[in-house]
T-cell receptor
Framework: TQLLEQSPQFLSIQEGENLTVYCNSS?????LQWYRQEPGEGPVLLVT?????EVKKLKRLTFQFGDARKDSSLHITAAQPGDTGLYLC??????????FGKGTRLSVIA | KAGVTQTPRYLIKTRGQQVTLSCSPI?????VSWYQQTPGQGLQFLFE???????NKGNFPGRFSGRQFSNSRSEMNVSTLELGDSALYLC?????????????FGSGTRLTVV
């Protein structure tokens, strides 16, 4: 069974601070996806990374896929209250189902 | 274009009853996956349907079942409800599912078993 471990589980920071969220596995994934979920809603896809070492940027969010395709990180620069939410990483390999980590709950305080 | 529609949004059922949840995927999408989300376990995969066939199945008891219709709409059924079945049930729509394809989630059905 492929497992994804996310850390930290909870994060509370002040507006303007930087943060990094980690997603680790002992398994290799063909691609990693990051989602953000707000209360009462389903997860929304932020990005997909497919190549080992790949870095993608989405405004103040930077996503990196590890060289061995077993881990990924999400870095947020100058966090804003609107970044508050549950951040989920999910791995894909072949036609196996999307496997999710348990998420990092981020709270950005104004 | 319309997103993924899940109905109902909220549901309260009594232990021992059964329940049917519905998911209408994005037009043209043929893959529908179902997930159970709880605070302790996160998102756990239930099953995936592609072109009316179950392609993958998670580790849930046989009380959990699903199906997909020719128009790609999907239903999941839970029989003999238990308190532990209380959760947010999410469905995800994808063009084909698997590598290279994105997933769009619905807003979920919040099931409470009392």
């Amino acid at each position: 069974t492929q497992l994804l471990e996310q850390s930290p589980q909870f994060l509370s920071i002040q507006e303007g601070e930087n943060l990094t969220v980690y997603c680790n596995s002992s398994s290799v994934f063909s691609s990693l996806q990051w989602y953000r979920q707000e209360p009462g809603e389903g997860p929304v896809l932020l990005v997909t990374v497919v190549t080992g070492g790949e870095v993608k940027k989405l405004k103040r969010l930077t996503f990196q896929f590890g060289d061995a395709r077993k881990d990924s990180s999400l870095h947020i620069t100058a966090a804003q209250p609107g970044d508050t939410g549950l951040y989920l990483c999910a791995g894909l390999s072949g036609n196996t189902p999307l496997v999710f980590g348990k998420g990092t709950r981020l709270s950005v305080i104004a | 274009k319309a997103g993924v529609t899940q109905t109902p949004r909220y549901l309260i059922k009594t232990r021992g009853q059964q329940v049917t949840l519905s998911c209408s995927p994005i037009s043209g999408h043929r893959s529908v996956s179902w997930y159970q989300q709880t605070p302790g376990q996160g998102l756990q995969f239930l099953f995936e349907y592609f072109s009316e066939t179950q392609r993958n199945k998670g580790n849930f008891p046989g009380r959990f079942s699903g199906r997909q219709f020719s128009n790609s709409r999907s239903e999941m059924n839970v029989s003999t409800l238990e308190l532990g079945d209380s959760a947010l049930y999410l469905c995800a729509s994808s063009l084909r599912g698997g590598e290279g394809y994105g997933y769009t989630f619905g807003s979920g059905t919040r099931l409470t078993v009392v």
